[in-house]
Structures are given as structure tokens and as C-alpha cells.
């Protein structure tokens, strides 16, 4: 249980993903989630785990490589 991330994330603004990984959450978990670094003016950085399988973070994925090709 410890290793899968919760099925609702959080409401994220691609121009705020700071870094984006895709590891498993803790080191004994087999199985991998994304793990994205977010930065705010308000909080700061913070760390979220996002569910692999939701359709909010396969278009998070689909536009992070995109942005990274163009350099940015």
C-alpha cells in the first residue's frame, strides 16, 4: 500500500514542474510512479507522487518531453 501513490493528485500548472522523475517511491517498492518536483511563489518546492495510469499525468508526461526537446 505504501508503494502506490493515491489515485487524486494534485491540480498541477505544467509552467510550475520543476523536475520530473520516474523511479519507484520508496526504495523497497518494485513497482515505478512519477514523482515531480513543483515550485510555487507561496509554498516554495514541493514533491508530489502522481498515479502513472491517470489520464492527467500521461499528459503531463506527453508535454514534459516535448518542453524538454526545445531546450527549455
Known amino acids: ?15 510550475n514542474v520543476r523536475k520530473l522523475e520516474i523511479k519507484p517511491r520508496y526504495p ?7 514523482i515531480v518536483t513543483l515550485w510555487t511563489r507561496v509554498r516554495g518546492e514541493q514533491q508530489h507522487c ?3 495510469k491517470r489520464q492527467n499525468t500521461i499528459r503531463l508526461l506527453k508535454w514534459y518531453r516535448v518542453w524538454k526537446e526545445k531546450g527549455r
Open 1 to 15: 500500500v505504501k508503494c502506490k501513490c493515491s489515485r487524486k493528485g494534485p491540480k498541477i500548472r505544467f509552467s
Open 28 to 34: 523497497f517498492c518494485v513497482e515505478e510512479m512519477i
Open 50 to 52: 502522481l498515479n502513472p
